[in-house]
């Protein structure tokens, strides 16, 4: 009698099966071995030919597990199955890899963590570098278009510009799959469009083939046993050794996920606010346990603010830290998943606005000390709230200093710097000046605007701070305006502008004096009189200085208001 013959049909692959089924991953060749389908249960007839009656079923061992593996087999194919399709009909058959990974060692769960991860990121290294290409293509339109406008202004008056932004093609990468089989694993990446440059980032093992028609990557295996824990490895890639921190926490007894939570909590509240990352803690051994941190950049800062045990080791050079905790014995569990989803809509709406008893000074301070930690647009408000408040003289250092604690460590604070410029501006100290005159050599930033604000407030640094984009000629007059509009602060620093070895320069620092010249600047303008070779700039020096004596005999020696 011939053999039964099932045809399974796979997302366009055809497996077929006699007596037995033999699966394939897409994009895959068929996986080693079959397992044996077992027949029907025997049928036994009767003596006397009454109808037959089913035998007992045999309970065998050996056929059990050979069906719980052809089924775990069978659902492994499904969901491979899935991620293919989801992959290549997102991005297209040539623009996806293939990855099996062999030889890979135990337990499956923690491999399979691994290796996404580590497939993700080399996936991400083009959609990253997409990202940076189109900002500095952008920045390029930007730059040529401003330099274009400024010439055909003849360096006079206020000038517009438009230029193009152009917007990266490289969509987010996804990375599907999982295991198939004892020691392989096959995942679906994409988009990716040069293959051999994706499998030199995969870092997961040794590229054994390369199939560039079926955009697959054979690789063997090279994670080591026990297999890393894929956070802590991306701490040390992407803060360095030097920024990780090591800690090691005794006397830490009590029921081991409650007091994981509750070490947790109390490691973030060590640095609070600057986005730390903590891997951990897990227990190690009883009462014992480990975590992992970083950024950690300050030690002494960071082990000041231990709360909850006392420091029994630090080694700077290894940077471990050991403490002895006093865990506290009634400790709170974990939230659920709906718990943590209620305390974070809680969250999110005290950062929202003020909550009870809480002036909005308050509120914007509790805010800004979250850093990128606060949630989704409270910290755009909390800018746009500062910049139209009165300020409070006695919270002017509270305010700044909590703005520019923020500025410095946020990575949010560039696509917020159009409100946070006027926020510093209303509450404008030493700090904030000296954040802004900083930004003022730091591409990408509005320097304009910085311009604006610092001649609001005007200081030497401030002065300095424009005086250096002076030449550059994007910039020149906006520099020289603020220069102006800061009055007699600025006039030391315009006074060095005149010994320039430029015509040009110095003809501007003339002119800038013109207006805020003070009875310092007669001599030493007058003593350049003799000195100035060019024609053009000994007149309008001279013009200069007409006109500051008659300012002065007019108005006295400092007409401007103290701002």
């Known amino acids: 009698m011939p053999r039964p013959v099932a045809l399974w049909v796979l997302g366009g692959f055809v497996i077929a099966s006699l007596g037995c089924n033999q699966t394939t991953a897409p994009g895959t060749n068929a996986a080693p071995g079959t397992n044996a389908a077992p027949g029907p249960a025997p049928i036994s007839t009767p003596a006397g030919g009454n109808a037959p009656v089913a035998a007992a079923p045999v309970v065998d061992p050996a056929v059990n597990a050979a069906n719980k593996a052809k089924y775990e087999q069978n659902l492994a194919q499904a969901s491979l199955e899935r991620a293919y399709k989801a992959v290549k009909d997102k991005y297209g058959q040539q623009r996806i890899a293939i990855v099996i990974v062999d030889g890979v060692p135990g337990p499956e769960a923690d491999a399979d963590h691994y290796l996404e991860r580590k497939i993700f990121k080399a996936a991400y290294a083009d959609y990253e570098a997409g990202q940076k290409d189109a900002q500095n293509q952008t920045e390029a339109n930007r730059k040529a278009a401003e330099d274009k406008a400024v010439s055909d202004s003849a360096g006079f008056g206020m000038v517009w510009y438009r230029y193009k932004a152009v917007r990266s093609d490289v969509p987010y990468p996804q990375v599907s799959g999982g295991p198939f089989g004892t020691g392989r694993h096959v995942y679906y990446a994409g988009p990716i469009n040069d293959?051999?440059?994706f499998g030199a980032r995969l870092k997961v093992g040794n590229i054994v083939a390369t199939d560039a028609g079926s955009r697959t990557l054979t690789i063997q295996s090279f994670i080591?046993?026990?297999i890393p824990d894929i956070d802590e490895e991306e701490l040390y890639i992407q803060h360095g050794k030097e920024n990780v921190l090591t800690v090691d926490i005794n006397n830490a007894e009590g029921e081991a996920?409650?007091?994981?939570?509750?070490?947790?909590?109390q490691l973030k509240e060590c640095q609070p606010g600057t986005g730390l990352i903590v891997v951990g803690p897990r227990a190690i051994s009883p009462g014992k346990f480990r975590a992992f941190l970083a950024p950690v950049t300050n030690l002494k800062d960071f082990t000041a603010r231990i709360g909850f045990g006392s420091i029994?080791?630090?080694?700077?050079?290894?940077r471990k830290l050991v403490i002895n905790a006093r865990v506290p014995t009634d400790l709170p569990r974990r939230p659920t998943a709906a718990e943590l989803a209620e305390k974070q809509r809680e969250e999110r709406?005290?950062?929202?606005?003020?909550?009870k008893n809480e002036t909005?000074?308050?509120w914007a301070i509790r805010v800004l000390k979250k850093g990128d930690g606060a949630w989704g647009s409270s910290l755009r408000k909390v800018l746009k709230a500062l910049a139209v408040m009165e300020p409070d003289p006695n919270r002017l250092d509270d305010v700044s200093t909590a703005l520019t604690n923020w500025a410095t460590s946020s990575t949010w604070a560039w696509h917020n710097s159009n409100d946070l410029f006027p926020a510093m501006d209303t509450w404008s100290t030493d700090k904030t000046t000296r954040y802004l005159v900083s930004k003022l050599s730091d591409n990408g930033w509005n320097k304009a605007d910085i311009l604006k604000v610092l001649a609001n407030h005007p200081s030497e640094a401030?002065?300095?701070?424009a005086a250096m984009l002076m030449t550059d000629r994007s910039l020149a007059i906006s520099a020289s305006s603020a220069l102006r509009d800061m009055g007699p602060v600025a006039e030391d620093t315009v006074l060095k502008l005149t010994q320039d070895q430029h015509a040009s320069m110095r003809m501007e620092a003339y002119d800038i004096l013109r207006t805020i010249g003070t009875k310092k600047s007669i001599s030493k303008l007058k003593s350049n009189v003799a000195k100035e070779k060019d024609k053009a700039a000994r007149d309008t020096l001279r013009s200069a200085i007409e006109d500051i004596e008659t300012r002065l005999n007019t108005e006295g020696d400092s007409p401007f208001k103290v701002k």
């Open 195 to 197: 293959l051999a440059a």
């Open 224 to 226: 080591p046993t026990p």
């Open 257 to 265: 996920d409650r007091v994981a939570y509750y070490l947790e909590t």
């Open 312 to 318: 029994a080791d630090l080694d700077e050079n290894t």
């Open 349 to 355: 709406e005290a950062d929202e606005h003020p909550i």
């Open 360 to 362: 909005e000074i308050d």
């Open 462 to 465: 401030a002065a300095r701070g």
